[in-house]
Each structure stands twice: as structure tokens, then as C-alpha cells.
């Protein structure tokens, strides 16, 4: 069996497989999403050169944060924003990508004013997944930046088939909207994601492998 590629290579090979999809790979942010590991995988992520980092729960967001040097890492909130959590992010959390409801927007702003936003949009329309509906989203936008936000773009995550034209529908939206930012694609689906005009790749295996069993953060 060959052995395992270092983070250093998983890096590169991530770099070429964005430039492989027709774009530079600086045009393309890689938010390390270490959901599941252990703040060695933030610490060695940031030796690799990716200084943003993602997590999904507060929790682990907060236990990882207060281990691996605060300038180090600029963390990406990608989970659906719950308004108790919020008071404990505001301080770390330098992109919040689960914006999808006013209320929730409406306790970031009151915790962290002007805080960086992405507004989630549920792409496949499954009422099991975050994100507002599609016809929701332009109001919600507006409704988030009314309240001082810096509302940068939009995120979604595809749900299974009809990949490409989920992507589509939402560049075209951000486009539209007038937004820079498009947070979509990861490790599965990223070439299709880049193609599709993604400024923003969440990627946790192709980096790290395969998740592991519930996370312990040495302290």
C-alpha cells in the first residue's frame, strides 16, 4: 500500500485539481475544514499554508480556538447559526457561511457589528438541509446587510445530482445580487464547483481523510 501524502502534498495536488478545472488556484480560497479532528489538524493546516479553517459546532470551534495561536487562523463558522451560540463566536469567527435566517443575522450584528457574512442557500430545495428557499434569498440579503453586516456573498452545498446546475443557479444568483463571493464546492464536487465561478472551497478529506470518532482537543 503507498503510504499517505503529507498535508503539504495533499495541498498541492488540491492546487492543481483547482487549476485542472480552468482556474488559477489563487483565485480560489481553501477553507480547511477540520470538523471532527483534533486542533493538530488546525495547527498543521496552518504550517501547510491555509490560514482559514472551518468548523461546523460551536463547540469545537471554541475548544480548537482557545489551543492554536488566535493570528494564525481565520475561522469560518459553516454550520446553521444558532442565536445562543453566537455570543461565544462573535470574538472568533471571522466569516459567518450559515446565514439563513434574519434572527440569526440579527444576533451577529447586535454581538458583532459589521461582522463578514455568506448567505446560505438551500440549493437542492430538501427540507432536511440548512440554507433559505431560492425565492427568499434576495430579500434575505438585503435584510442582512440593512442590518449593517458585510454581507460578501453566497453558500451553498449541492445536494445529490443535477451537481453543475445547482452551482449555476448559484452564480447566477450571486451575480445578480451583485455579490463577490460564491462559498461552494468541496471535496467530491470542487472541479464542477471552480467551473462554475466558486471563489470558495470547503474541503475537510481531500486534506485530512476520512473524518474520524468524536473529537478530542488537548488542552
Same mark, same amino acid.
Given at each position: 500500500?503507498?503510504?499517505?501524502?503529507?498535508?503539504? %502534498?495533499?495541498? %498541492? &495536488?488540491?492546487?492543481?485539481?483547482?487549476?485542472?478545472?480552468?482556474?488559477? =488556484? !489563487? %483565485? &480560489?480560497?481553501?477553507?480547511?475544514?477540520?470538523?471532527?479532528?483534533?486542533?493538530?489538524?488546525?495547527? *498543521?493546516?496552518? !504550517? $501547510?499554508?491555509?490560514?482559514?479553517?472551518?468548523?461546523?459546532?460551536?463547540?469545537?470551534?471554541?475548544?480548537?480556538?482557545?489551543?492554536?495561536?488566535?493570528?494564525?487562523?481565520?475561522?469560518?463558522? #459553516?454550520?446553521?447559526?444558532?442565536?445562543?451560540?453566537?455570543?461565544?463566536?462573535? $470574538?472568533?469567527?471571522?466569516?459567518?457561511?450559515?446565514?439563513?435566517?434574519?434572527?440569526?443575522? =440579527?444576533?451577529?450584528?447586535?454581538? $458583532?457589528?459589521?461582522?463578514?457574512? #455568506?448567505?446560505?442557500?438551500?440549493?437542492?430545495?430538501?427540507?432536511?438541509?440548512?440554507?433559505?428557499?431560492?425565492?427568499?434569498?434576495?430579500?434575505?440579503?438585503?435584510?442582512? *446587510?440593512?442590518?449593517?453586516?458585510?454581507?460578501?456573498?453566497?453558500?451553498? &452545498? $449541492?445536494?445529490?445530482?443535477?451537481?453543475?446546475?445547482?452551482?449555476?443557479?448559484? =452564480?447566477?444568483?450571486?451575480?445578480?445580487?451583485?455579490?463577490?463571493? #460564491?462559498?461552494?464546492?468541496?471535496?467530491?464536487?470542487? %472541479?464542477?464547483?471552480?467551473?462554475?465561478?466558486?471563489?470558495?472551497?470547503?474541503?475537510?478529506? =481531500? #486534506?485530512?481523510?476520512?473524518?474520524?470518532?468524536?473529537?478530542?482537543?488537548?488542552?
Amino acid at each position: 500500500m503507498a503510504p499517505a501524502l503529507a498535508l503539504e %502534498e495533499r495541498v %498541492e &495536488v488540491l492546487r492543481a485539481r483547482i487549476e485542472s478545472a480552468g482556474r488559477p =488556484a !489563487d %483565485e &480560489v480560497a481553501v477553507v480547511a475544514v477540520t470538523k471532527g479532528f483534533g486542533a493538530e489538524a488546525v495547527e *498543521a493546516a496552518v !504550517d $501547510a499554508g491555509l490560514h482559514d479553517c472551518g468548523e461546523n459546532y460551536a463547540q469545537e470551534l471554541l475548544a480548537k480556538a482557545a489551543v492554536v495561536a488566535s493570528d494564525a487562523v481565520r475561522w469560518h463558522f #459553516l454550520g446553521p447559526v444558532q442565536r445562543n451560540k453566537v455570543p461565544g463566536l462573535a $470574538a472568533r469567527v471571522a466569516l459567518w457561511q450559515g446565514v439563513d435566517r434574519a434572527a440569526a443575522a =440579527a444576533e451577529i450584528a447586535r454581538r $458583532a457589528p459589521g461582522a463578514a457574512v #455568506l448567505v446560505q442557500v438551500n440549493l437542492s430545495g430538501d427540507p432536511a438541509r440548512p440554507g433559505c428557499d431560492w425565492e427568499a434569498a434576495p430579500a434575505l440579503v438585503e435584510a442582512v *446587510a440593512q442590518l449593517g453586516l458585510d454581507v460578501r456573498g453566497l453558500m451553498g &452545498v $449541492a445536494g445529490t445530482g443535477h451537481v453543475r446546475q445547482q452551482f449555476n443557479r448559484l =452564480a447566477r444568483l450571486g451575480n445578480q445580487l451583485g455579490l463577490a463571493e #460564491l462559498s461552494m464546492g468541496m471535496s467530491d464536487d470542487l %472541479e464542477v464547483a471552480v467551473q462554475e465561478g466558486s471563489t470558495m472551497v470547503r474541503i475537510g478529506t =481531500a #486534506l485530512f481523510g476520512a473524518r474520524p470518532g468524536p473529537v478530542q482537543v488537548r488542552r
